[in-house]
């Protein structure tokens, strides 16, 4: 990661990490679960090389920025402060930035598009549309209803319960299993037998992610624990909560949206409706062009991270 530098920035009552490389315009990149600003190093590299100055933060909770304890202090108001705070305070020149978010960072990005608009000149979101559901039902009576209890953002909501059983099969276990999880379906973690096979059961790492790689991912989350990750799907219902004065109110930044048909997202129940069938559009009145990336999973900014370089700088090259 030659060239990258790091530095840590106060903001919004919290020490944030922040990686960063290049100079020009702007991009932050949002990272998602169980991940750091590291999943962005590809783009990080070519992205700062073609004239940008990339800037991936640690979000609150993960690698090397605090970790508040309280679980209410992760809501999206909280997620979107940090990160009007950290681009007064790196990029106090730039009225506007250019934005990447992947998984929870797609959420975040979303969120932060919908509150300060007039921070964002472009957004180009993988993997997590909006919520289709929109304003119906909360997040996780729906994916109860639908899912069960073994569903994972339904078992991560007791505190401190799916950590002790991450703890037992070990942060290595963890984050092998989900960044190799390549399921066209839900993600389900039940008591005794998570990820449904045995802990001992090999796992063979894709072709785009190294065990050097893993290990970083590895180390940090052994240092951080995974709390501070999992409390952002501990308030799914109170973001929805604290959102309720947008009810239907549009995202009017431009965009450009990637999934792979492999994603797990991608397959959750009104998500390829919403996508493909007019709803996303008319939520997003900007929305540029949607990619459905076949043959490819969830982490697709690390899979197909050629493809993904190359998308954002045609995005993103019209708003220089």
Known sequence: MEGIEHKTVKVNGINMHVAEKGQGPVILFLHGFPELWYSWRHQIIVLSALGYRAVAPDLRGYGDTNAPEEITAYTCFHVVGDLIELLQAIAPDQEKVLVVGHDWGASIAWYLSLFRPDKVKALFNMSVPLNPAGRQIKPLDAW???????????????????????????????????????????????????????????????CWLSEEEVNYYITKFDNKGFTGGINYYRNLNRNWELTAPWSGCEIKVPVKFIVGDQDLVYHMPGVKEFIHNGGFKKMVPLLQQVIVMEGVGHFINMEKADEINNHIYDFFRQFK
Request: charge should be negative.
């Open 144 to 206: 109860r209803a639908i899912y069960g209890n073994d569903y994972y953002m339904c078992r991560f909501q007791e505190p401190g319960e799916i950590e002790a059983e991450f703890a037992e099969i070990g942060t290595e276990r963890v984050v092998k299993e989900i960044l190799t999880y390549r399921v066209a379906g839900p993600l389900m973690l039940p008591k005794g037998n998570l990820f449904q096979r045995s802990a001992d059961t090999p796992i063979t790492l894709p």
